[in-house]
């Protein structure tokens, strides 16, 4: 205990800032602990898919899989925040992160895709016979690995890819034409995107024994939110941020919520001119109408908004379970720039 009366004011002041410094020290100590922990056991799930791969017994597969972009890795992040990082945690977000990759694997077929993140994709390099099949392979050996880890996991990842199957299907029905379905345009973000982050979280709940329908709730409004951030940046961003051309969606014929609410407030038309641009390759004075028309009518944060919203319910939640961290990561979402 200090004795402040015979002490100076300014050996008080001394004293205070040095424990103050001290304190301060001691955080960043904690804090680059955690991130080595964190670190570790990211590597750990890495040496585990690459485990799983070695395991096929086929070298020609090895050389595919490393030739895919990992990305941010949010779905084992999401599980080992949730679940620790015992050794099913561990390889619970090794089959995930398969199950993902194999999902873009098809997905950018699907799409006619020849980048993904920036690097050429596979069916670019490899012919899209060998890219689909990849996938395959990738599909089959992570439901294998997900047997041995627990039968109530394995059924909530294997409905999860069930239903990104059916928003794939989804996907390529409503890019067929232009259309402002917005019930259907959800229910296909939902079952492409948002049900296996979905199902991440509600695994890694299981795996610690904590309340699932909670984490599921907040698995299934980040990958909601995730994939209208993504609508939007595509919008707003430029190729080399996006790793793909500005304004692909539309292109691909994927109309997304900023085009659905953007038509719905042009005059008639504009409305026609909107639907001209349909599927069609853009000149840079159409891309910058549709941009321009995106801001004169706030439509971007409109969207933006949308998908706070989601975000915002689930930091409350989170916050009520003491979960920080993963309130965090929510937060990250909806602060980044547009």
Not at 127 to 142: C, F, R, V
Not at 150 to 166: D, H, R
Not at 270 to 282: A, G, I, N, T, W
Request: net charge neutral.
């Amino acid at each position: 205990m200090w004795n402040y009366e015979k002490m100076s004011k300014k050996r008080v002041q001394c004293e205070i800032i040095n424990r103050l410094l001290s304190f301060l020290a001691s955080i960043r100590y904690n804090h680059r602990v955690i991130k080595k922990k964190e670190i570790m056991v990211l590597n750990a799930v890495e040496r585990k898919i690459d485990q799983y791969v070695s395991e096929l017994d086929d070298a020609y597969v090895a050389s595919l899989y490393r030739k895919l972009p990992h990305g941010k890795r949010l779905r084992t992040k999401l599980i080992l925040k949730i679940a620790g990082s015992d050794l099913k945690v561990v390889k619970t977000a090794a089959t995930v992160e398969m199950i993902h990759a194999a999902s873009l694997l098809h997905d950018d077929v699907i799409d006619d895709a020849y980048t993904r993140r920036g690097v050429v994709s596979l069916n670019a390099s490899a012919g899209n016979k060998t890219a689909i099949m990849m996938g395959d392979i990738l599909y089959s050996k992570a439901f294998f690995e997900l047997c041995s880890i627990s039968p109530e996991v394995a059924k909530v990842v294997s409905n999860a890819v069930v239903q990104l199957s059916l928003g794939e299907l989804a996907d390529v029905e409503l890019s067929k034409k232009f259309h402002t379905n917005r019930e259907a345009y959800l229910k296909m973000v939902y079952q492409k995107t948002a049900s296996l982050m979905e199902a991440s979280a509600e695994s890694a709940a299981i795996l610690a024994g904590k309340p699932r329908n909670a984490y599921r709730k907040y698995g299934h409004n980040l990958g909601m939110a995730f994939q209208m951030i993504d609508d939007i940046l595509d919008i707003t961003s430029d190729s080399k941020t996006l790793g793909k051309p500005a304004l692909h969606d539309f292109l691909e014929g994927k109309v997304t919520l900023p085009y659905m609410y953007l038509y719905e407030v042009l005059a008639e038309e504009d409305r026609e001119y909107l639907l001209s641009l349909y599927r069609k390759r853009l000149s840079a004075d159409e891309a910058l109408w549709i941009q321009s028309a995106m801001r004169k009518y706030e439509i971007i944060e409109k969207s933006y908004f949308e998908a706070k919203e989601l975000i915002v319910e689930v930091i409350k939640l989170m916050e009520s379970l003491g979960e920080k961290d993963l309130s965090n990561i929510a937060k990250e979402m909806i602060e980044r720039e547009f």
